[in-house]
């Protein structure tokens, strides 16, 4: 750690922490209903259940994600952050926000809009927070001794990621514009805008890491950065196909669903490619471990699931059904969770003097915790797939096949717990690492 305001990033890690650990609670709450297990109906419904796990979700991310550019922004541009104590503040609002919607959520207070259910007012509060933010982060790159690739490309993810909240505050009458721009905030951000955020922090770690010259990893991000826009941009159309939009995105959909995989691809080469050319061995083995594994994973649950059921003729079938939360999973695991996870286990021992981060606990966390989030990934699958089968084509009846497919959420429950278990030996690690103190900096500064 080079400058002390990157102890701020800290904090922001503690939160998402914390909110993951709720999201898991309320995931076995969902999984215990899938199975037939649903005793806890009267005081948290499914929809309830599914609301916050999902809210959560993206809130734990966001926090990472700043938590990050915290961390990198300060060291990239070679100066401090603007305002520590304006830092916290939004930290601060952050938690408090996604405390109110969760307890919202619960009293039945919320939009109703699938993804987007947080109340109108917070929507508000969310966008002063992201303001302050971005306002800290945009003056620290200003005021910077340099600006690098890296840094550019992770605040205009964050910048672009801002604005396209905006789309999903706009009220309209008719469902189908409602559907059609609140997609502009769900898939824009996750199959658009947060793979520059992940190509920003992947391509940091990477310097970090492997010691492979900043020019020739940066030059990737270039690459990384056309293909997103290229598929993830109209790769929208995906969504469109049943909203009630012209027929034309049948066509746009499929192509460009079709050539999303391509930046997970790129992601995917790029990592592996830059490790065989590394020249030194980093003691960190642990941050490359969720470094390396972000990029291959995105591309197997982004990238190729992905592309498994967004074509229309696949769609047609698989579109709302359990297949899809397959997909979800990993590549939501994949492409964000590990890198965050990932930036967690490289900036920690630096934030907190302890200069290696690599133990049996920690390996622990990361094998249990992907081993864990595939069988649940197959899991889904198959529960999908017989989904499928029986409602679509055989025209069973809805509750009857979910019935029918009970068994499978038995599995996933035990792959869910291999998986929660992993992911409580990363917290104890987290945990048990310390704070981060002024003596950090002057041990890495020596």
């Known amino acids: ?74 060291e990239e541009s070679q100066i401090e952050l603007v305002s520590v104590k304006l830092a ?24 109703g809009r699938k993804f987007l259910e947080i109340p109108r007012p917070l929507d508000y509060l969310v966008v002063a927070n992201v303001l302050l933010f971005m306002g800290l982060i945009l003056v620290t790159l200003y005021k910077g001794k340099r600006k690098t690739t890296t ?20 009220d309209f009458n008719s469902q189908v514009l409602d559907s059609f721009f609140r997609w502009w905030v769900v898939h824009l951000w996750v199959e658009g805008v947060w793979e520059l955020i992940m190509g920003g922090i992947l391509s940091f770690l990477l310097i970090k890491l492997t010691g492979v010259d900043r020019e020739v990893i940066e030059k990737w991000l270039y690459v990384i ?9 109209l790769g929208t159309g995906h969504h469109y196909y049943y909203i009630g939009v012209n027929k034309i995105w049948l066509i746009v959909g499929g192509i ?33 471990y969720w470094t390396l594994g972000s990029a291959i994973v995105a591309f197997i649950g982004a990238g190729l699931l992905g592309f498994a059921h967004t074509l229309p003729q696949t769609n047609l079938y698989t579109h709302g059904t359990i297949v899809t939360a397959s997909h979800a999973h990993l ?13 967690i286990s490289y900036s920690l021992p630096n934030m907190t003097g302890r200069k290696y981060y690599d133990s049996a606990r920690g390996r622990m966390a990361f094998w249990l915790a992907n081993i864990g989030m595939l069988g649940m990934t197959v899991s889904f699958g198959v529960a999908g797939v017989a989904q499928v089968y029986m409602e679509r084509i055989y025209k069973m009846d809805f509750m009857k096949v979910q019935m029918e497919i009970e068994v499978h959420f038995i599995v996933l429950i035990i792959m869910a717990t291999l998986f929660a278990t992993g992911i409580t030996l990363y917290i104890i690690e987290f945990i048990k690492h310390g704070q981060p103190t002024d003596e950090a900096l002057e041990i890495d500064n020596q």
């Open 88 to 111: 916290y503040v939004q930290l601060i609002t952050l938690a408090l926000v996604g405390v109110a919607a969760i307890v919202g959520y619960h009293f039945n207070y919320w939009e």
């Open 331 to 343: 590549s939501f695991w994949g492409a964000y969770a590990m890198i965050v996870f990932a930036i």
């Open 225 to 233: 950065i056309g293909l997103t826009f290229l598929s993830g941009i």
């Open 1 to 74: 750690m080079k400058y002390k305001s990157q102890k701020v990033a800290y904090w922001f890690f503690a939160l998402s922490m914390l909110l993951l650990t709720l999201q898991l609670v309320y995931g076995f709450i969902m999984g215990f209903a899938h199975a037939g297990m649903d005793g806890l109906h009267e005081w948290i419904p499914f929809n309830t259940a599914k609301a916050v796990h999902i809210n959560l979700l993206v809130v734990w991310l966001l926090s990472g994600f700043m938590g990050a550019a915290y961390y990198i922004i300060p």
């Open 256 to 288: 460009f669903s079709a050539l999303e995989p391509l930046a997970f691809l790129a992601m995917t080469l790029f990592a592996l490619n830059m490790y065989r050319k590394g020249e030194k061995k980093h003691p960190n083995k642990i941050a490359l």
């Open 151 to 170: 840094a550019l490309v992770l605040a205009m993810g964050l910048l672009f990621a801002a604005l396209l909240y905006l789309p999903g505050m706009l």
